[in-house]
Each structure stands twice: as C-alpha cells, then as structure tokens.
C-alpha cells in the first residue's frame, strides 16, 4: 500500500510497541520506519494536536491467523490492550487487529468488479500479520461519496466490507462510516497522513489534476530518486503519494 506517518513524542516507546506487533525496524535516512510485509509505519518525533481518537482515519487495522500470541506479545511488551480486538499505542493511538480467518475480515466486491473467492481477504492466511483496512470516519451520509472519490481517484474496487462501504487498494482496503459529529483532519495529529506507493508517480499526478486535485506539495523528485507529492482528500485526510519507497 504505501505507508502511515506517525509524529510522536517517544520513538523508541513507538517502536517497542511496533515490534511486539510484528514488524521490523529499518532506517529511512534518519527516519526511524516499521516494516510490516505490506506497510511501513514511519515515525518521527515531534509534538502533535491530538491522536486518533477525534480524527477523520480512526485507526489503521491488521489481521493475524491467530489473536492471542499477538496479545501476549503486547502484553509481555507492556503494551495496554483496550479490548480482545483494540489496542493502542503509547499515545493513544487505536490499533485494531482481527482473526484473519474469519468472516468479518471479508471484502465483497460490487457486481462486475471481481471475483469474490479470488480476493486477498477470502484467502487463508500466511503470513503472520497483514495490512487490512483503514477506517475513516465520515460526515452522515458521505461514506458513498468517500468510496466513489478513492475508485475515481486512485482506481480502488468499490466493495462492502462487514457492514462498510469500502474502497480496495493493493494491501489495504479504505472503510468508511458516517458519524453525526466532525472530525478533525489527519494533519498535525499524531498519525498525520496516510501514504500511497505509485507507479509512474508524475505522470499520476498529472491525471489527479486533470480530475480537479489540487497538490498541497506538488509532485518533487529528490536527489536520492524518491519522488513525492502530499494532497487532502475532500474530508481531511492527509495524504502522501511516494514513489521509490517499495525498495525499503
């Protein structure tokens, strides 16, 4: 999929709980970044306006084949546990995490856009924990128009997840629920944008502009040959699109 950037306060607190969930920690420069086989969580240490709780992307959400080693591991790691499918980070953060087996991690494509049995999430789980959605929580009465601007935008299958209507990318499916109150944008909270890994990175952008997008960092390629570009969807989520970062 890409990546989530958190802004924190203690990194290594950060990585502590990160690694007890399953992934690796690698460098990205003098960026500390998290390494889950589909995800890279990146964190940087500074203060942020608030955490998930409040916040248009609710929380990130993982699946495992089995839920109870992931919580002794948190546990042993001294990691709190909200419920028997929440967790949270050290600031806060909600975390969900599901039984990857079972029928709620199912996303069932609209007619005419795939095979439901062929889907990632209707697969039997290998690995030992995989990217499963993100979750944003919406005006009453968005989460259609939500869906339909990441199908349009970004090519997502447009589906049902549980009871959501849902938008399915490449190692991550996009939820959406409306709520009666606002919610805050992403950017300045401590998970602060969300990130999608892009092909053809400037000719994509150009295509977003084409369909009305406006960049609030238009598209820059560095030195080092990662290319990027940050935009805000129509309900506050930050996000960053990357290209060059799937080597990591």
Request: aromatic share 10%.
């Amino acid at each position: 999929m890409g990546h989530v950037h958190y802004h924190v306060r203690d990194v290594e607190a950060h990585k502590t709980f990160w690694v007890a969930l399953g992934a690796k920690p690698v460098k990205f420069g003098t960026t500390d970044a998290m390494k889950f086989p589909e995800l890279l969580i990146f964190l940087t240490k500074a203060e942020a306006n608030g955490s998930t709780e409040g916040s248009v992307v609710s929380h990130v959400a993982f699946k495992v084949p089995d839920l109870a080693p992931v919580r002794e591991a948190l546990l042993n790691a001294g990691q709190k546990i909200v419920s028997p499918g929440m967790v949270h980070t050290p600031e806060g953060d909600a975390v969900e995490l599901f039984n990857g087996n079972t029928e709620n991690v199912k996303f069932i494509p609209d007619p005419g856009h795939g095979d439901v049995a062929a889907h990632r999430h209707s697969q039997r789980m290998t690995m030992p924990i995989a990217t499963h959605h993100i979750h944003l929580y919406l005006p009453e009465g968005a989460d259609d128009q939500a869906r339909d601007w990441y199908v349009r935008m970004f090519g997502a299958v447009p589906g049902i997840r549980f009871r959501y209507k849902a938008a399915d990318l490449p190692g991550m499916t996009m939820n959406f629920l409306g709520q009666p109150d606002a919610k805050a944008p992403t950017k300045g909270r401590t998970l602060d944008h969300i990130g999608f890994e892009i092909r053809g990175l400037e000719a994509f952008c150009k295509t977003l502009e084409g369909k009305g997008v406006k960049f609030a960092v238009p598209f820059k390629k560095q030195p080092d040959g990662l290319a990027s570009a940050f935009l805000t969807d129509p309900w506050g989520t930050f996000i960053e699109l990357t290209e060059g970062l799937n080597g990591l």
